[in-house]
Structures are given as structure tokens and as C-alpha cells.
């Protein structure tokens, strides 16, 4: 059994994906080629944006979000500290401050009311200037949006929506991706919308915010070629890779129905022994992670494993336990349910091809 079968979706696309990377082979137009255009603009359509924009990686999505939005050296950006390190890495990239937030310990997505809490301590402190925040759709559950964005408000702050494991998730049936100022996602081969190999995009609907980023992701271009108008990156999404997003793009609406039917058959076996990851009435998850909190991880993990199941621990440390951060203290990083949930997570084979067998015998020896 696989923890994430990308052999399988593979085999079932398998024609499609080699005639289109034939295609691209057969042009030659391998950056910034004719699919780019077409997935970007199938992109927008799917999350409801005005504007999808191809990028290198779901990290520089990240950079390239903050660095349009303008946050420099001073700022206080809030994200939450039960996250991968991506989310909080680019805040300090661009000489921002990372303020780790709280988690649910339902959703295990950003606690509002400790959002709330950490932007009056930064006030209060009168240091660094509250600029932004940034949500994390983790797991593949959208993040707390109605909550969170009478915060932002109340504050004047800007959203940014990290949905590299929640593409395909739904609030009321608006998408991720179209949450906030600007939203990112991450095409890595194991997030519900993967390509083969490294790839990200940025989604708004702002004029403005979009046309700086088209501009970032090649060096700052203007119109003129030979004239650069800002200080950009390198951050484009390679054509070969927006070729096979296309065909994965289709069956990807599919692939979130299998993923939910999944959860719902390991949910219905497993919610009477464990606590099981809950989806608010409004939601979809695309189930990026299928997750449980247990208090005796370790021995369910050898449990699994004897029996050739693999599992994985996300997240095992938050960020404000990360050497790399740990100079920032403690001061504003409490987050007690976060650390809690580092002790206890552990996420269960989870992908659209799972078969029934598979899903009954990580049940049955959970059950054991
Ligand atoms: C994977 C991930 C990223 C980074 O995406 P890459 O494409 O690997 O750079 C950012 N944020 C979150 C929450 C992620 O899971």
C-alpha cells in the first residue's frame, strides 16, 4: 500500500500526459509556452479568480504574494505555527517578522480568537507594524475565512490564503484559492493537485497585485524587454508541467469526490475509537491528509507498520520550536493547543485510487 499512490492516477491518465508532453517536445516552446497560458487561465475558472499566475514552486507563490504586497523589514506577519516551514520561511525572506498563531485543535487550522490576541500583543508592543496574514488550508481544509476576515478588517490587514494542500476545498461552495488579497498553491507531486515535479500559482482577482506579479516572477520585467522596473526572481511554471496539469486539471473534480468518499469510509469506521478530523457543515476538504490525534502515536504507528501500512507525522515541531525561529522567543509564540497537536497528529494512506481492501485493512488494524 502506498501513502500516496501517484502510480496509480498515472496509469489512468497515462495516454493523455505522454501525447500532451509529446506535444510540448514537438513545439519546443518549453518556458513560457502555449500550455502555460491555457492552464493559467483554467485555472482562474476552476478557483473563481480573475487572474491565475504560473510560478516555480508553491514557496516562491508564497515570496512572490508577499513581495507584491509590499511587506519589507518592520511588518509583523501572522501565520499559524502548526504549519509546513514554507509558510512562515518566506516571511522572513522578505526581512518580515513571522508572529505565530494558535490552531484549533478541531480543524487544525488558525484559531481566530488567538489571531485576535497576538495582532493586540504586537500593537500593544509598538515594534513592528501589523501587516499581514497568512492562512493555511491545512490538511486541505479551508481556513476559518468568515472568522478570520472580520479580524483582517477590524485591523486593516491583508490576506494572503497559503492553499497548497487545500486546492479543490470549498466554503459554500467558493473555492480555495479565492480567499483573501492574493492566494497561493503548490503543484509538488504529493498535494491534491500535483504535477511531476516542481510547480506553483497565484491567484487574484486585483488588477494591480496580478500585474506586479507577472512582472516579479521574470526579473522585474516592464513592457519593455530591456528594461527591468523592479527587482524580481526567476519563478516561472516550466510548460512540461502545465502540459500535464491540464489533464490532471480535468479528472481533478472527480479525484476530490474519491478523496471524500476515502475519508468519509475511514471516518465512519475509525470515529468511534479515535478522534477523527471534522469538517464544518459549509466545507469541503480535498483531503490533502486524512489525520488523527491520538495520544499514544508511536505504538499506532508501529501498529501500522508491522502490518505494511505506511504513516506519516505532520507536523512533529511547530515553527516557533524551529532552530530557525527559536531566536524570536517565546514571548509571541504561545500556542499550547498547536504543541499538543504536534504530539499527537498522524495522517493514514489518503489519495482518490485507495481501494476498499486497502481502506478496510487500516481500519481493521486500527480497530484491533
Ligand atoms: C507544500 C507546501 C508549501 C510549499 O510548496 P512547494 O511547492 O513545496 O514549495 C507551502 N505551504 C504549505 C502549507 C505546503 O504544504
Not at 509556452?33 to 499566475?53: H, S, W
Amino acid at each position: 500500500m502506498q501513502f500516496i499512490d501517484l502510480k496509480a492516477q498515472y496509469r489512468t491518465l497515462q495516454e493523455k500526459i505522454d501525447n500532451r508532453i509529446k506535444t510540448v517536445l514537438s513545439h519546443g516552446g518549453f518556458i513560457m509556452g502555449p500550455e502555460v497560458y491555457e492552464l493559467e487561465e483554467r485555472l482562474a475558472e476552476f478557483a473563481g479568480t480573475k487572474y491565475a499566475i504560473g510560478c516555480a514552486n508553491g514557496t516562491d507563490a508564497l515570496q512572490l504574494s508577499l513581495m507584491a504586497l509590499g511587506v519589507k523589514p518592520g511588518d509583523a506577519v501572522f501565520c499559524p505555527t502548526f504549519t509546513f516551514f514554507a509558510t512562515a520561511e518566506v516571511i522572513a525572506l522578505c526581512g518580515a517578522t513571522p508572529v505565530f498563531v494558535d490552531s484549533e485543535l478541531s480543524t487544525f487550522n488558525m484559531c481566530p480568537q488567538d489571531l485576535d490576541k497576538k495582532i493586540k500583543t504586537i500593537l500593544e508592543q509598538e515594534e513592528l507594524t501589523p501587516k499581514a496574514v497568512i492562512a493555511v488550508d491545512l490538511f486541505g481544509l479551508p481556513a476559518n475565512y468568515p472568522e478570520l476576515q472580520k479580524i483582517i478588517e477590524k485591523y486593516d490587514l491583508l490576506l494572503i490564503e497559503d492553499a497548497a494542500q487545500g486546492f479543490g476545498g470549498e466554503i459554500n461552495g467558493k473555492r480555495a484559492g479565492s480567499f483573501g488579497d492574493i492566494a497561493t498553491t503548490s503543484f509538488f507531486p504529493a498535494k491534491p493537485l500535483g504535477c511531476y515535479g516542481d510547480g506553483g500559482a497565484i491567484f487574484t482577482s486585483n488588477d494591480e497585485l496580478a500585474s506586479i506579479v507577472k512582472s516579479l516572477r521574470v526579473h522585474g520585467k516592464g513592457s519593455d524587454k530591456y528594461d527591468n522596473v523592479r527587482v524580481g526572481v526567476n519563478s516561472r511554471l516550466d510548460t512540461i508541467q502545465a502540459a500535464i496539469l491540464l489533464e490532471k486539471l480535468q479528472v481533478f473534480p472527480e479525484e476530490i469526490k474519491l478523496r471524500n468518499k476515502v475519508a468519509d469510509k475511514y471516518t465512519l469506521a475509525l470515529s468511534s475509537l479515535y478522534s477523527t478530523p471534522q469538517v464544518p457543515d459549509e466545507m469541503v476538504s480535498s483531503w490533502a491528509q486524512y489525520t488523527l490525534t491520538v495520544s499514544s502515536r508511536d505504538a499506532m504507528i508501529d501498529k501500522l507498520s508491522v502490518a505494511n501500512i505506511p504513516s506519516m507525522v505532520y507536523y512533529r515541531t511547530c515553527m516557533h520550536e524551529q532552530t530557525a525561529f527559536k531566536h524570536l522567543g517565546k514571548e509571541n509564540a504561545e500556542c499550547p493547543q498547536a504543541e499538543a497537536l504536534a504530539k499527537q497528529v498522524v495522517s493514514l494512506p489518503m489519495h482518490p485510487y485507495l481501494s476498499d481492501e486497502e481502506i478496510d485493512k487500516v481500519t481493521s488494524v486500527l480497530a484491533e
